[in-house]
Each structure stands twice: as C-alpha cells, then as structure tokens.
C-alpha cells in the first residue's frame, strides 16, 4: 500500500488551503489503515497538530511518499523522481507558463493525475472548488462594488461590505450581507444608479451556483438576461434590491448568419458560426461576476471594443467593475490582460489604452481577477473538497497507481484523471501537448 504525502502550498503565500482536512485524515487512517504524511505548514488553514492529533506523521520532507497530493501547481525544483503526483496541473489547455512544470514531471519519469480531468460520465467535473469560488468571487463583487459606488458619490449599504478574505469563512459574510440587504430593502439605492444590475455568466454552473448563493442572500430579483436592456431602460426610481442576470452561452452569442438559429449542440460543434453579443447588454449592467468555462477556438464573449464603447458614450457608464473568475488570461474576456491575488486583487482597465494600473481609483472598468479565489474562504473551501477526496484516497493508495491500473473497479473518475504515466504522455494527451511543450525542449516521450 502507498504512502500519501500531503504538500505544502506554496505557490502563493495567500494559499491557506488543503486537499484533506484532519478530521477525513482520521478516518482514513482509522478505517484503512494508509499512512499519511502531512508537510509541515505555517500557512494551511488547519495547523500541524491537528494533524498530528488523528495519526498523520508531520514532516518537511515528503521524500517517503509515493503518492504526492496537493492543490496548486508545484514549482519544477520541488518534483521529484518517480512520485505519483495529484493536484491542480493547468496544463490541459497547454498554459505556457505550466509547460516548464510539465516537461519537468516527464523527464522526472513521473504520473500525473489532474482534479480537473476527474470527471462523471457527463463530462462533469466530480471534485473541484467552483461552487466556493462563486462564493468567494460575489462576496468581493459587492464589496468592491460598493466600495467603487461610493469613490463616485453613491454611498450604498454595499459600501460597509468586508471582502471574503477580511471574514474568512462564509457564515460570517453572508451574515454581513443579509445586514446590508435590510438596509436595501428598507432605504433603497440612489436613483441614480439603480436598478443595480449583476449579470453572472455560466448559467447552470458550480461557479454560478455559487455567486448565486451570495447574492440571493440581499432582496434580489432574477431578471431574464433577454429583458435586462428593456427593464432598465424602464426603472424609475430608487430601487429596494438588486437585480441579477444570468447568462448562459446561448445569451453570451449570437450566429453569424441572422438566419440561422442558435442551439447548443451547433454551438458546441461549429463555434465558428457564432459570434458575440453579449456587448449589447453591457451598458444595462453594473457589474459581471464572469464565470463561464471557455476554449480557445469559441468567441470571446466580453470585447474590448464593446467595452470602449460604453465608456465613450458620454455620460459616466454604468458598468462598473468585472469579477473575473475564468481567469482565462487574454480568453473570453479582453479586459482581463493580467491576473492579481488578494493582496492586490483589483486593477482598473483602460479601453481605450488597453493600460492599467493597480486599484479601485479612476476612469475605466474596474477588473479583479484573483487566481485563488477559493484560499480567500480556506476552512469553507478544503472541507467541502476533502469530503469529495477521501473515498478515493484507498485507491490513490494502491500499489499500482503509479501505472493506471486496468481493473475495472478502480474509479472511472480517477482513471481518466490521468494526464502521464511514468514520464508518457498518455495518447489522448500526448498530440495536443506535443507543440506547447517543443517550445521548452522537444519532446522526447511518445503517447502510451
């Protein structure tokens, strides 16, 4: 039976998170009896001891384990030979700033397995941290939301709204917001800016049902993205709540040809064929909480020229501020040309420039895009994935998993998990790697 190691994060000195929270490591230690090694951590969320408590050995060095399980990517120094390695990769889409890490785990002769491959028969992802980072990403939406209004002259209850980092947890910033949702309720919102509407793309999503959670939490009304532009071009008045828009692919774009009908299966084969639309609504929203997944062949849905034209229309825009959760640098949204972290998680965007500079202060569109979302609700956040994870720490743990065991009782999710195997690119895999990779050596392992 392998030994699981539990690293460190420290790819941000933000990352609090862990894959296992100690009282799951109790229970698999208990009833599996699989050793677990924990690397010592000043930062994690939970502290060594409590490891310690439940028969985890803590150590600097995981040297001893052969599975390695982590939640961010690992720098290229830290691999090491050999070691079956689960985490986070980002190199599925070829990153180029992943590719050193990936050829590193191959020359290393490594197995890679990645949480975002691991997914259900659908196609769906089984363990991932998007629901906390909806959650996340609307708390700092509202924060920073009110925070902008009131750098403009709009003092509104959101103005008093602590980001998700300043809490911690998501009990206490809910609770926050549900204050400021009275006060809505009871004293409205300026005039001159309500309806204030947050569109949330990616409807249906973990991401959405997320921000979602947030924001049903103030007096909200849902408005159908198709009615957004005629709704507020109606509203007179202060309004007692906010509105939110959902908007899933199908609202986001539109065909090329006006004579040809959108539906998701031709969307999803011929995106060519589509182009964006969502730049028609942008001057009804006052802020987007972006969080719809996007690949590099499909239309980008936020445009920097749309966006320039609402800010050169004249009278100060209502757009105010994108949270951009894809963090998709240069993707689906134009505006988003660096990523931040929650020390420094806002820039304001230039349309017309394309420059920015750090901060809520200035003319343009406000923009935060910090990476690690989730690490801003740590103790939320890892106990909701390590309760996902653990069923499959006894399969993680067996002896061949090193070379992706054929038996049909191994976990389907975890089979196709797997990105290389003792230093190969799997086949499905190896093809569409093969270029990003040339870039940082040739590669010198075939397919399997």
């Known amino acids: 039976m392998s030994i699981i190691g539990i690293r460190r994060e420290d790819k941000s000195a933000w990352e609090r998170r862990t894959p296992l929270v100690p009282e799951d490591v109790a229970r698999i230690v208990s009833e599996s009896g699989i050793a677990i ?18 028969g985890a050995i803590v150590t600097d060095d995981l040297s001893g384990a052969d599975v390695i399980i982590g939640v961010k990517e690992i720098p290229p120094d830290l691999l090491r030979s050999g070691k079956t390695y689960l985490f986070f990769s980002h190199t599925m889409k070829g990153q180029p700033y992943n590719m050193p890490m990936l050829r590193r785990i191959l020359d290393l002769g490594c197995t890679l397995l990645d949480y975002e491959l691991m997914t259900d028969d659908e196609g769906i992802r089984t363990i991932a941290f998007g629901r906390h ?14 925070r902008r209004l009131a750098g403009r002259g709009h003092v509104t209850p959101l103005g008093d709204l602590s980001r998700a980092l300043e809490h ?60 957004v532009a005629s709704r507020v071009r109606a509203h007179r008045g202060r309004a007692h709540e906010i509105w939110s828009v959902s908007y899933g692919p199908g609202d986001l774009v539109e065909p ?17 064929k589509y182009r964006a639309r969502f730049g028609a609504d942008l001057p009804f929203l006052t802020a987007i909480i972006h969080g719809i997944f996007w690949a590099e062949n499909y239309p980008r849905f936020i445009l920097r020229e749309d966006v320039r034209r609402v800010f050169a229309a004249g009278a100060p825009p209502k757009l105010q501020l994108v949270t951009d959760i894809t963090c998709d640098l240069m993707g689906s949204n134009e505006c988003l040309t660096r990523l931040t972290e929650p020390g420094n998680p806002i820039y304001v965007y230039d349309p017309g420039t394309g420059e920015t ?92």
């Open 256 to 272: 090329v040809d006006p004579g040809h009908a959108y539906t998701w299966e031709d969307y999803a084969h011929h995106p060519e």
């Open 37 to 54: 090694q924990v690397q010592a951590s000043p930062n994690r969320c939970f502290p060594d001891d409590a490891y310690r408590e439940v």
């Open 168 to 227: 911690g947890e998501v009990a206490p910033a809910l609770a926050e917001i549900e204050a400021a949702g009275r006060r809505i309720a009871e004293e409205g919102l300026p005039e001159e800016i309500s309806p204030v509407t947050i569109a949330v793309t990616g409807e249906g999503g973990k991401v959405w049902g997320g921000a979602l959670e947030v924001l049903d939490a103030l007096p909200a009304r849902r408005v159908p993205a198709s009615e």
């Open 133 to 146: 980072a909806g959650l996340a990403g609307a708390i700092d939406t509202l924060s920073a939301l009110g």
């Open 357 to 448: 500079r750090d901060g809520l202060e200035g003319e343009g569109l406000a923009v935060q895009a910090v990476e690690i979302l989730p690490a801003e609700i740590p103790v939320d956040a890892s106990r909701h994935f390590s309760e996902i994870l653990t069923p499959l720490i006894p399969h993680l743990a067996r002896e061949d998993v090193a070379d992706r065991p054929d038996d049909p009782a191994f976990p389907a999710s975890v089979r196709r998990s797997y990105l290389a195997v003792r230093g190969r690119l799997l086949d499905e895999w190896s093809e569409r790697l093969r270029e990003p990779l040339r870039r940082y050596g040739e590669v010198a392992t075939t397919g399997i």
